[in-house]
């Protein structure tokens, strides 16, 4: 009988490409993740892995495992799915991972809906970038992803993922008082800027927004913390391109220059569990709201 545990880390494995990736993925070391696949390799009777330079690859029957190995964790996880749907209610935690204007804005009133729609439900979030929020997700570090996309740079496509649309939300520039009056990005071109870093999907995308108009930004400021980009905007330290979601109290303001795609990822066989679905559900209705509002 194979141990469930050792199955996960092995298809890790074979969609990561390294123990140290999915130590990674997993808060494991290494050796830890070593010592769980080899016996794994007891359990099959068969070797798994052969060492490659300094790292290590999948043997054919690694291969073989790894596939059934999905196949069985998807499985189970519909089996958990379809128990908890005959419940009269949603119970448990649902853990989901988010963008930071996600959380500063959709958060506080989803967890409101959901308290009211299902009392017995607990809702936990972590913020973190898309990327690592679906490499956590996968790992079945958490439930629900909400992730956003920006055109010309889709996220990485995984399999046994269920994706679900939120909608769009609109990027503005976003302009100290004295450049109140400019509305062409190419006019902002000797201004200094604050964006994300270049290796983040924002940062790269507001990057080739500038080099299409012509310009290289002169990014003197880089932050993660869209706060710290109005707190730079509003008192005039540097111009910078923000999200409708960021706003709270105000309504959105400055020449629109594209959208980001916002959505929702759930592992395929846990999209029907009831908390899944109730957290989705909630959340469509608050993203809805503020688009009415």
């Known amino acids: 009988m194979f141990d469930l545990h050792r199955l996960r880390l092995l298809k890790e494995l074979h969609t990561r490409g390294t123990l140290a990736a999915v130590a990674a993925a997993l808060g494991y070391s290494s050796s830890a993740v070593s ?14 892995l052969e060492r490659v330079g300094r ?8 291969v073989i495992l790894a596939g059934h190995a999905e196949a069985v964790l998807n499985r189970l996880e519909q089996a958990e799915a379809e128990i908890e749907a005959s419940l009269t209610a949603p ?4 853990r989901v991972a988010s963008f930071q204007t996600a959380m500063l804005s959709l958060m506080p009133p989803l967890l409101d809906l959901v308290a009211l729609r299902a009392p017995n439900l607990r809702l936990d979030a972590v913020q973190l970038e898309p990327d690592q929020a679906l490499s956590l997700l996968t790992a079945g570090g958490c439930d629900l992803v909400l992730a956003e996309e920006y055109f010309g740079h889709p996220l990485t496509r995984r399999s046994g993922i269920d994706q679900v649309e939120l909608g769009l939300d609109a990027m503005r520039l976003a302009l100290p ?48 913390d869209i706060v710290t980009h109005i707190r730079f905007v509003e008192t005039g330290h540097a111009v910078g391109i923000l999200p409708d979601l960021v706003w709270q109290d105000v309504p959105p303001r400055g020449v629109e220059l594209g959208h980001r795609r916002l959505f929702t990822c759930a592992r395929t066989g846990a999209q029907r569990r009831p908390g899944v679905v109730t957290v989705r559900e909630a959340l469509r209705d608050v993203y809805a709201s503020r688009l009415a509002a």
């Open 55 to 62: 790292g290590v690859r999948l043997t054919p029957q690694a």
């Open 35 to 48: 010592q769980q696949l080899s016996l794994l390799e007891k359990e099959a009777g068969a070797p798994l």
């Open 91 to 94: 119970t448990g935690v649902v």
């Open 177 to 224: 008082p004295r450049l109140a009056d400019r509305t062409e990005l190419a006019q902002l071109a000797g201004e200094r800027w604050i964006l994300e870093p270049a290796d983040t999907e924002s940062g790269r995308w507001a990057r080739t927004l500038c080099r299409e108009a012509g310009f290289e930004p002169d990014v003197a400021f880089h932050s993660t």
